[in-house]
């Protein structure tokens, strides 16, 4: 008997409880709420004024319009420092245009057990730029044409795929009202359905749709570069089968370390279904990065992202960027210095704006695996110097991340400041392969930088070293060895010599 009295409060409990969550839940879409930003200071800055910057220098070095105004757009949506040009190259392109609705379909990273599609309940989503205010009209509008639409903050919550296009919005459309949606599955039946809903509630409107998803997770450079390229020009073509099956022949191709090859494959199918019941003819793939491509990036592992445009009609051929003349193996002028000038911009961004611009538009000899030098000085003295001996990016990539480093990581000196930064000249050190010597009197002062290894210690001097500082062969090995931590005179028994040469160039050059 007392069981069965404790079954009974519990069911009563259980319904009460789930009698609170259905009134909570026809209570919520009248409620007059702003939903608070949840990755700020994680995806992107806290600071009003560091992420208006932010966007801004991305947008400045967007790739050109190559499609006439975008109905749709699918865009990436990891942190800024990694992701934020290749959205801005996607923005770019409807720059030009106004929108009175902007439509963000983001996936469900955060509430497993929720397969339907989340309409936004509230009436703003907050920023450090301010309120993004929700178009009520057309969420209820697809209320009304989907029965698969359900008015919940829930999965809204923590969830940053969505997020994370809204500060783009505000600074590219600053009049546009925003519909955050959340695609609970990628099932491709729920997607269709509520795209054409979607769609026929947005055409004959001025609204974009903008489908947020990154592309393969993990994979190294090589491999990601094979998975993603496919799978942006089947989502250009606009035939939703066509990605289902290209997604599902990646996935089987028993890649290393790829987890999936669109984490936002519901917005994607979604977003293609809607443009094409608003009129979209013709996709056009934008611009493609990875996460290996950054500065700061590791070519291991990576993250990729890509930007599709959606148009009604074809669009005209991408606008050419020409690169920097030049021919593999030969630095030309215009590389050394848009090189130096891609130095200076990577510590200057990243001082103010907590990112960093992408490395691309070079010419082949910048693309080049080549080592690379960075030093600083500050009227005259040594400020900063980190370099690779042996590459493991591209030459302009490397030039980014050696440029942080030695502003921010040379142990020997305090990181600069944005207001030093005026008072520095950069100096770059491409390197040649090294090759092994077999003794001391094969180094040639001026010549050779080298690299002195004996036991576990090491050290290395690059080639102009020793002639500003005025010493002789025997003088600068000494020296070597004191920066490895050994004594005077070690390098005469026991150690080992590698050299190299460099092509030196600095900022005062091109004054």
Not at 298 to 321: E, K, L
Not at 476 to 500: H, I, N, P, V, Y
Request: proline share 6%.
């Amino acid at each position: 008997m007392k069981r069965s009295y404790v079954l009974i409060v519990l069911v009563l409990i259980i319904l009460l409880m789930s009698f609170a969550v259905v009134i909570q839940a026809r209570k919520e879409p009248e409620m007059d709420t702003v939903r608070p930003p949840a990755v700020a200071g994680k995806f992107y800055s806290e600071s009003p004024v560091i992420l208006k910057a932010a966007i801004t220098g991305f947008l400045e070095d967007a790739d050109p319009v190559a499609t006439l105004k975008p109905l749709a757009l699918i865009l990436p949506h990891a942190g800024y420092i990694y992701s934020g040009q290749i959205a801005a190259d996607g923005y770019n392109q409807a720059r030009s245009h106004s929108y009175d609705t902007v439509v963000i379909l983001g996936t469900n990273h955060t509430t497993p057990h929720f397969n339907k599609i989340a309409l936004y309940p509230g009436d703003g989503f907050a920023t450090p730029l301010g309120t993004a205010r929700v178009d009520r009209t057309i969420v209820e509008a697809l209320k009304a044409a989907s029965p698969d639409c359900f008015l919940t903050s829930a999965p809204h919550r923590d969830e940053h795929s969505v997020e994370v296009q809204v500060p783009f919005i505000q600074v590219v459309f600053p009049k546009a009202k925003i519909v955050p949606v959340i695609i609970g599955t990628p099932d491709a039946h729920l997607c269709e359905r509520f795209g054409q809903a979607l769609g026929k509630v947005l055409k004959g409107k001025n609204a974009l749709i903008v489908a947020s998803s990154d592309l393969s997770h993990y994979p190294s450079y090589g491999d990601a570069v094979a998975v993603d390229l496919p799978l942006l020009a089947a989502i250009a073509s606009l035939d939703l089968q066509l990605v289902q099956e290209t997604i599902k022949a990646l996935m089987n191709k028993g890649i290393a370390n790829l987890h999936t090859v669109a984490c936002g494959e519901g917005p994607i199918l979604t977003a293609m279904a809607a443009a094409k019941v608003m009129g979209a003819r013709a996709g056009k793939v934008v611009s493609y990065a990875n996460s290996g491509d950054i500065a700061i990036g590791d070519r291991s592992r990576v993250v990729g992202y890509g930007a599709v445009a959606m148009t009604v009609d074809v669009p005209h051929p991408s606008a050419v960027v020409k690169p920097i003349s030049g021919t593999a193996g030969e630095l030309q002028p215009g590389d050394k210095k848009a090189l130096l000038a891609l130095a200076r911009k990577t510590i200057t961004r990243y001082l103010t704006t907590e990112t960093v611009p992408l490395a691309r538009g070079f010419s082949p000899a910048v693309q080049e695996f080549r080592g690379v030098f960075v030093t600083l000085k500050k009227f005259g003295n040594l400020r900063g110097c980190i370099g690779r001996l042996i590459p493991e990016a591209p030459l302009g990539q490397l030039v980014g991340a050696m440029a942080i480093q030695s502003a921010l990581n040379d142990t020997r000196f305090r990181p600069v400041t944005i207001d030093e930064v005026k008072d520095i000249e950069i100096e770059l050190s491409v390197l040649t392969p090294m090759k092994s010597v077999p003794s001391a009197e094969d180094i040639v002062v001026g010549r050779d930088g080298v690299l002195l290894q004996k036991g576990r210690a090491g050290a290395v001097f690059l080639p102009q070293v020793a002639t500003e500082q005025g010493w002789s062969r025997e003088e600068m090995l000494d020296q070597l060895c004191m920066k490895a931590g050994l004594a005077k005179g070690s390098w005469r028994t026991g150690a080992e010599f590698q050299t190299f040469q460099a092509i030196v160039f600095h900022e005062s050059e091109f004054k």
